[in-house]
């Protein structure tokens, strides 16, 4: 018996990535029986958080399990003696290599190890499955842009010494495109613990047997160009990168298993074709950190007084989870303001909805330069210096992406990206043969 082993980061958006990309690899290599995800625990996203969800994945799909890791100690202990959720994660990871070890030592006494495919953030895992002469490849949940600034990222470190705070310089990526130090992510601008974790991911990139990609060559042309050519990381040797994508989870059973339809799609009944601009800002993993609870949002206590009875002719409000994938394809939906969360932007191209960029965090500022300025999907949610938007800002563009020649010519793209997403699984796609190679690529090496 031959299995995959998937190691994601214990974040909700790279777990449902990553076991979309089991399915995938399921069906794209016969000799594969199963799939065995390892869950690790981490203080800052519990894995009884997506418990509901896991066991919906494995009543539907009993060929992929799931391995719980116990939780690891932390050498600092108290949480807050932590600089962010970065350093957290990157802690908890390396402290659960050992039972990385055991885990990939019992599933080897029963099975042939095909893969080791692991997420970015899991990046000190690779001497564990490299000590064991497994094939190690790094799922990265994120885009191509993304990718190219994360391997350039350890140049930067030996190029600049002083903070990117306090930088008033653009960075370049060879042969892509220069970005301001300030669209870095956050925890990076003060070079601190997890700036340091990051430029050792960048490096050990280099070390794997191949980058697996959340996107597909037609989205980000000149990227995935750069990656494979190597033009945009001169002289040094990239591994083979597959652009898989785009990976999204089109059936999640509901945030609690159930097959019941949401009350929000019965509002979007109710609406005119392309009138509803729809707005979230993710999964909102940082803020539940920040809170450390699940609990549902007072929306009285921040929003304007009588707000919701005002608006609930003309408007829907949601406190938690919605089934964002049905609610993108609904007609009545026309625009969708974002936070560039990668996995979002991939469901609204999937869709051909065409997006207002509002980015808070991680890598969501990249993102933001690709959708608006590289490919013209999205238009640009204006900012102040202190990253303020507006009011008027906000009416502006909802108003732009409903009615406007500037929202007809972003849609226009959009709708010409969907449909080239709708044919990279077919025979002969871009994301077919990536699949392919990929497999072709782990029967060519040995496993455990």
Sequence with gaps: ME??????????????????LGKLLLTHS??????????????????????????????????????????????????????????????????????????????????????????????????????????TYFFFASGAFVLAFFLNLPIYDRTYTDSYR?????????????????????????????????????????????????????????????????????GAKIPHVYCVGPLIAKNRGGEGGGESRHECLSWLDSQPSRSVVYLCFGSGDKAKVLSRSLVEPDLDSFLPE???????????????????????????????????????????????????????????????ILIVEEIGIALPMDETEDRFVSSSEIERRVKQIISSEEGDVVRERVLDLKSKAEVVFSEGGSSEEALNLLVKSWKDGHGL
């Excluded at 009884?48 to 399990?65: K, L, N, Q």
């Excluded at 220069?178 to 340091?196: A, H, N, Q, V, W």
């Design 30 to 135: 016969p000799s594969i029986s199963s799939i065995t995800i390892i869950i690790p625990d981490s203080p800052i996203c519990r894995s009884s958080t997506y418990s509901s969800y896991v066991s919906f994945i494995s009543s539907s799909f009993p060929s992929i399990t799931f391995v719980f890791h116990p939780p690891v100690p932390l050498l600092l202990g108290d949480l807050s003696k932590y600089d962010d959720v970065e350093q957290i994660t990157y802690e908890t990871l390396r402290s659960n290599n050992t039972n990385v070890l055991k885990s990939l030592e019992s599933i080897a006494q029963s099975s042939t190890i095909s893969a080791f495919i692991l997420d970015f953030f899991c990046y000190s895992a690779v001497e564990v499955s490299q000590s064991l002469n497994i094939p």
């Design 306 to 368: 009588g707000f919701l009875e005002r608006t609930k002719d003309r408007g829907h409000v949601v406190k938690m989870w919605v089934p964002q994938i049905d609610v993108l394809g609904h007609g009545s939906v026309g625009g969708f303001v974002t936070h560039c969360g990668w996995n979002s932007t991939l469901e609204a191209v999937c869709a051909g909805v065409p997006m207002v960029a509002w980015p808070l965090y991680a890598e969501q500022r990249f993102n933001k």
């Design 166 to 234: 306090n930088l008033r310089v653009s960075l370049e990526i060879p042969g892509l495109f220069s970005f301001p130090t300030s669209s870095m992510i956050e925890c990076m601008l003060d070079r601190g613990e997890s700036y340091k974790e990051f430029v050792k991911l960048g490096e050990t990139f280099l070390k794997s047997d191949g980058i697996i990609v959340n996107t597909f060559e037609s989205l980000e042309i000149r990227a995935v160009k750069g990656l494979k050519q190597g033009t945009c990381l001169p």
């Design 3 to 20: 299995t995959i082993v998937l190691y994601p980061a214990p974040f909700v958006g790279h777990l449902i990535s990553m076991i979309e």
